[in-house]
């Protein structure tokens, strides 16, 4: 049985003080929760504050991105190193935002999947298609394309300790949601996938998240789906109040 997981992606979002306030809330709300593993991804100039104050709690400090390389001439970049530095755990991949806006490839967050591998981070690689590419029937080509280019090179040994998020891009931050079993379906895809690329252990093992404005309404029907194991959440994250909700939907899964 795999245990779910619930991770908050604050993005570009939060002052020092309001950083504090949620995790100060949050740490509080969640004492008493069992059986869900819980991560906080704050901006980078708060990971630290973040780490300090969740040393010893439930809740695991994450990055939303990391270089490839461990130091240089690398103007604003913050290699795994740092983020271990600044007490990380986990550290999120290949969003859809960093693909779009920013222009990563797959070849490039491979990159960084290996290098978060390598200095003991625990990635979370994210897939998604965008709303033409699903009108198109190309959502499985698209998944795949981006799967096996992430994971290229990424051993059996290894696979385990990723997680992956599957976020539709036409759900985020747009208040659309796949629905439940629409979900499962791209979730079930992905996980076939691992247990080719790998094996049945691999694929039983590795958990798979669904990102895509969750929210507390919606949370048990997605991860209660038989391959969805918890959710990367984004603007329903940045209240301690609506996160804590999701957190404590995933725990009666």
Same mark, same amino acid.
């Given at each position: 049985m795999r245990r779910p997981y619930v991770v908050g992606n604050w993005k570009m979002n939060t002052d020092s003080e309001e950083a504090r306030e949620i995790l100060n809330s949050l740490r509080e709300k969640v004492k008493d929760i069992e059986g869900v593993d819980i991560g906080v991804c704050p901006p980078f100039p708060y990971l630290m504050v973040a780490s300090e104050l969740l040393k010893g709690t439930k809740i695991a400090t994450g990055a939303q991105n990391m270089s490839w390389e461990d130091k240089g001439a690398f103007t604003g970049e913050v290699s795994a190193l740092m983020l271990k530095d600044a007490g990380c755990e986990i550290v999120i991949?290949?969003?859809s935002e960093r693909r779009k806006i920013f222009g990563e490839g797959d070849s490039l967050i491979n990159n960084k999947v290996k290098k978060a591998l390598e200095k003991g981070l625990r990635p979370i690689l994210c897939v998604g298609e965008t709303l033409d590419e699903r009108e198109r029937g190309k959502t499985e080509e698209v998944i795949e394309s981006q799967i096996s280019?992430? *994971?290229e090179g990424i051993s059996r040994s290894k696979i385990e300790e990723i997680t992956i998020a599957y976020e539709p891009v036409w759900a985020i931050g747009t208040g659309k949601t796949a629905t439940p079993e629409l979900a499962q379906s791209v979730h079930s895809f992905i996980r076939?996938?691992?247990e080719?690329?790998?094996?049945s252990s691999s694929a039983e093992n590795i958990r798979i998240l669904y990102g895509g404005s969750v929210k507390p309404d919606?949370?048990?029907?997605?991860?209660a789906m038989q391959d969805i194991d918890g959710a990367l959440v984004g603007g329903a994250s *940045?209240?301690?109040?609506s996160f804590y909700e999701i957190i404590k939907e995933a725990s009666r899964v």
């Open positions: 991949l290949g969003h280019g992430c *994971l076939r996938w691992i080719n690329k790998y094996d919606n949370a048990y029907s997605l991860i *940045l209240s301690a109040d």
